[in-house]
């Protein structure tokens, strides 16, 4: 995996989460796809991380940004102000904005897996593709998190929870009667997939971007195979991360989808 050393612009830090901006020379990005970054030395040699996988959040005028929150050592390194940023061209399929004409298309996220609906929503605007964006807020979220959620996503329906198990079903009750939109397109947590995935079932076109773990992140690995409806596995770092719902497995008792943070 080639990784690009690239300025950071900026990086701003909004409770647990930070936005860090770098300059990528391309024409544009689609939506939904991801790519890896590491921060620090690379001719240090690989350790002590390896790159992490990001959705792309924003991408307009030669400057891209990732929106993700701090976990563990490889996000703790990429929110340090300073450290170099390496990353790769971005990987994998993203949303596919075949046949949804001029929408109207739902935008549904949750928690903090809302990074990749920024640079989808920006596409559909530029498309003309009418679109309502609905985010779960979890109580946990930090007050200057919530306001940038306001910020990146000026219009959308907000639906606070309690983060309990009930959470996915209050997202889907505020959007109303699903069969209103040509298509749903949703990034959450695995919880909030499944129950999307089994109300759009038969009845509305749905777009899933996981968050399978990945490791080698360019097909090698077989690490992050996902179970297909046809029996077979597909790997979410190539034709994924974005999945038509109807493409996953869904055993007796619900949908697996995989992929999710604890
Ligand atoms: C395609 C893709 C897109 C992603 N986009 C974003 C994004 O836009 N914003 C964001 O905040 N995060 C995103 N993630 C998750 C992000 O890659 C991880 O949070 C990150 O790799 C953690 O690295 P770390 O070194 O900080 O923590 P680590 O120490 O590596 O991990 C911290 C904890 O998180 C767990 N973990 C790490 N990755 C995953 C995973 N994929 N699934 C389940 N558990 C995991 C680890 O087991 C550990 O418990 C994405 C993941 C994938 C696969
Ligand atoms: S992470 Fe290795 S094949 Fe996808």
């Not at 993700?68 to 340090?80: I, M, N, Q, Y």
Request: glycine share 12%.
């Amino acid at each position: 995996m080639k990784l690009h050393r690239t300025e950071a612009l900026s990086r701003e830090r909004f409770g647990d989460h930070v936005r860090l901006r770098y300059r990528w020379d391309a024409p544009s990005i689609e939506p939904g796809r991801f790519i890896v970054a590491r921060a620090g030395d690379l001719s240090a040699g690989l350790a002590p991380f390896l790159p992490r996988p990001f959705f792309v959040h924003d991408f307009a005028d030669g400057v891209a940004s990732l929106l993700f929150e701090v976990r563990g050592a490889g996000t703790a390194a990429l929110a340090d102000w300073g450290a170099d940023v390496n990353v790769s061209e971005p990987l994998g399929r993203g949303f596919d904005l075949g046949g949804i004409g001029d929408g109207p298309v739902a935008l549904i996220g949750g928690d903090v897996w809302v990074a990749p609906l920024k640079l989808l929503a920006r596409r559909l605007a530029l498309l003309g593709v009418s679109h309502d964006v609905y985010l779960e807020l979890p109580a946990t979220a930090s007050e200057t998190y919530v306001d940038l959620l306001h910020r990146a996503y000026p219009s959308a329906t907000l639906a606070p929870t309690d983060g309990g198990p009930e959470a996915p079903r209050t997202v889907l009750e505020r959007v109303g009667d699903l069969t209103r939109y040509r298509a749903v397109f949703a990034s959450g947590p695995s919880e909030m997939l499944a129950v999307l995935s089994e109300a759009c079932a038969g009845r509305i076109a749905a777009q899933l971007a996981l968050r399978e773990r990945m490791a080698c992140a360019d097909g090698s690995c077989f690490g992050c195979a996902v179970a297909m409806a046809d029996g077979s596995y597909a790997r979410a770092c190539v034709e994924g991360p974005v999945f038509a719902a109807e493409e996953l497995a869904r055993p007796s008792g619900g949908v697996t989808i995989a992929g999710a943070l604890p």
